[in-house]
Nanobody, 123 residues
Framework: QVQLVQSGGGSVQTGGSLSLSCAAS????????VGWFRQAPGKEREFVAQ????????FYSEEAKGRFTISRDIAKNTVDLQMNNLKPEDTAVYYC????????????????WGQGTQVTVSS
C-alpha cells in the first residue's frame, strides 16, 4: 500500500513559478510510475506529466512540455513538479498518483492518489 502526501502549490501571477512535491509513505516508489494530473472546475481530470522511478524517464502533456519539469529526489523519496511560466489556464487542483510499472498509461491504471493541491494563477 502506498500513501501519497502532497505539498506545495498556492497562488501566483501569470508568468510566475510554483512547485509541487509528492512523497510516498509506507513504501518507496520502486517499480512505480508517478504521474501528476490536474482538474479544473467543470473539467475532467487530465494528465500533466509522469516519471518512471526506476529509470527516471519522463513524459509530458503538450501543455506542460517546455514549462513544467517532473523530477525525482531519491534521498527524499519524492517526485516533484516544477511549474514555470504559469498561465491562468493552469489553475486547477493538482494530484499526484502512482501506478505499477508496465501497466497501461491510462488514468484508470493509477491506483494511488494524493490528496490534491490547489494551484491558482491570476492574470
Amino acid at each position: 500500500q502506498v500513501q501519497l502526501v502532497q505539498s506545495g502549490g498556492g497562488s501566483v501571477q501569470t508568468g510566475g513559478s510554483l512547485s509541487l512535491s509528492c512523497a510516498a509513505s509506507g513504501r518507496s516508489f520502486s517499480n512505480l510510475v508517478v504521474g501528476w494530473f490536474r482538474q479544473a472546475p467543470g473539467k475532467e481530470r487530465e494528465f500533466v506529466a509522469q516519471l518512471t522511478w526506476s529509470t527516471g524517464s519522463t513524459f509530458y502533456s503538450e501543455e506542460a512540455k517546455g514549462r513544467f519539469t517532473i523530477s525525482r529526489d531519491i534521498a527524499k523519496n519524492t517526485v516533484d513538479l516544477q511549474m514555470n511560466n504559469l498561465k491562468p489556464e493552469d489553475t486547477a487542483v493538482y494530484y499526484c498518483a502512482a501506478r505499477r510499472s508496465f501497466t497501461p498509461t491510462s488514468i484508470e491504471s493509477y491506483n494511488y492518489w494524493g490528496q490534491g493541491t490547489q494551484v491558482t494563477v491570476s492574470s
